[in-house]
């Protein structure tokens, strides 16, 4: 039995229409319904699908009914006119949410999607279409090191690009709009590029800042966005500043949504409402938006390595302060808790002195044989009695003990 979707019907009960110039529905009596891998004789009837935006408009019509009644029903409503057939369609109780708008306005059939039409296995025969494309554009996908590719040529092509790319709800799940998925649950946040190496003896201290700085993360993630956020960000090849705003939509800010493009809008109220906005584009600007979203593909593809970047920049600023302050990260690593020999290798990294270990733990709360301690592992026995003397002499005096 041959199906088209998961509708399971029987030769001959099937009806590609066309209306307009090649606004494409089918309408299907389907004796079978298949779920989840399973196929359900109990749920059969008539649907009505929409080819062009590969949608179910409506099912289940007359469900359970005698099969000839079925038949009856499906030749009238194949023999209907496309006025006759909104109506139906639009008013219709079992009609599905995100419905074509020319169907729901009833005004005249909007132009059909080939290629989506070919997806739901109508037989389509594409003319050789123009390419839309700038030479700029075909010059750099002829690189063998190009920076990005654009395959789609013709318009349809591009249009459909644009209509299957990622989306996210906005304004409160009621609206629509093309975005990016930036969150980054695993990333290298040790800092280690190939442009930084880190050095080893802050690992531990490094550590523990990113486990007790509660900001750092986001701070990183704020940066990184703020082009994007800001209206700063351009595409290839970095001729269309001011032309691209985001902004953040999720729980935690972990989508980027176009939100506006040149002077255009990019939030709509459903797919169908982008779809008509890029049927009313010029070539030009529509080659230009389909230019800057595969841009941005790229750009957006691993947000992990974008916040592990981050972290090595932080870290690198760290390290460098940290070797020109080094009583700083001694004391950091204090307050951190990181053992004895951990600070000795801190001291030791940023060529510290016992005597400068002993000045910069002097405002810290810790006692003289913890003092002591990170001076035996720093120099040994020898470099331990000798500022335990200096420490007698001087009367050193020291909070309490940890």
């Not at 019509?61 to 909104?86: G, V």
């Not at 074509?100 to 739901?120: C, M, S, Y």
């Not at 972290?311 to 204090?334: F, H």
Request: net charge negative; charged share 25%.
């Amino acid at each position: 039995m041959p199906k088209i979707g998961n509708y399971h019907y029987s030769d001959g009960n099937i009806a590609r229409l066309t209306f307009g110039i090649d606004r494409a529905i089918t309408v299907v009596q389907y004796d079978a319904f298949e779920a989840m891998g399973l196929i359900g004789s109990e749920v059969n009837g008539i649907a009505v699908l929409d080819d062009d935006n590969v949608s179910v408009i409506i099912d289940r019509h007359m469900i359970a009914a005698r099969k000839s009644a079925q038949i009856e029903e499906f030749e009238r409503i194949k023999a209907m006119p496309w006025s006759q057939l909104s109506l139906f369609l639009r008013t219709h109780p079992h009609l599905f949410p995100g419905t074509a708008e020319d169907l729901l306005t009833g005004r005249e059939p909007a132009r059909g999607d080939l290629i989506n039409q070919a997806r739901t296995q109508r037989d389509v025969t594409f003319a050789p279409a123009a390419d839309i494309r700038t030479q700029a554009m075909l010059d750099e996908n002829a690189k063998p090191d190009g920076a990005y590719h654009w395959p789609a040529s013709g318009r349809s092509e591009v249009i459909s690009f644009l209509c299957q790319h990622s989306s996210h709800s906005t304004n409160g799940a009621f609206g629509y709009a093309l975005g990016w998925d930036i969150k980054a649950p695993d990333f290298d946040g040790t800092g280690t590029t190939h442009e930084f190496t880190p050095d080893r003896a802050f690992a531990t201290l490094w550590k523990a800042l990113i486990e007790k700085d509660d900001h750092l993360f986001w701070d990183v993630c704020a940066e990184a966005v703020s082009p994007y956020v800001d209206g700063l960000v351009q595409s290839w090849p970095g001729d269309d500043d001011g032309d691209w705003v985001f902004r953040t939509e999720g729980r935690s800010g972990g989508w980027l949504v176009l939100s506006k493009w040149r002077n255009h809008r990019m939030e709509f109220s459903s797919a169908q409402g982008l779809r008509s906005f890029l049927d009313e584009l010029s070539d030009a600007d529509l080659v230009d938006l389909y230019k800057g979203i595969v841009c941005f593909d790229s750009d957006l593809a691993n947000p992990g390595d974008t916040v592990a970047w981050g972290y090595s920049q932080r870290r690198a600023n760290r390290e460098e302060a940290w070797k020109e302050d080094p009583a700083s990260a001694l004391t950091l690593a204090v307050q951190y808790g990181l053992s004895k020999d951990e600070l000795a290798g801190i001291a030791k990294a940023t060529n510290m002195t016992a005597d400068q270990i002993v000045s910069a733990l002097d405002d810290v709360q810790i006692d003289e044989d913890a003092v002591l301690g990170i001076v035996e592992a720093f120099g040994g026995e020898g470099e331990r009695e000798r500022v335990s003397e200096l420490i007698a002499e001087r009367g050193y005096r020291y909070a309490p003990a940890f």
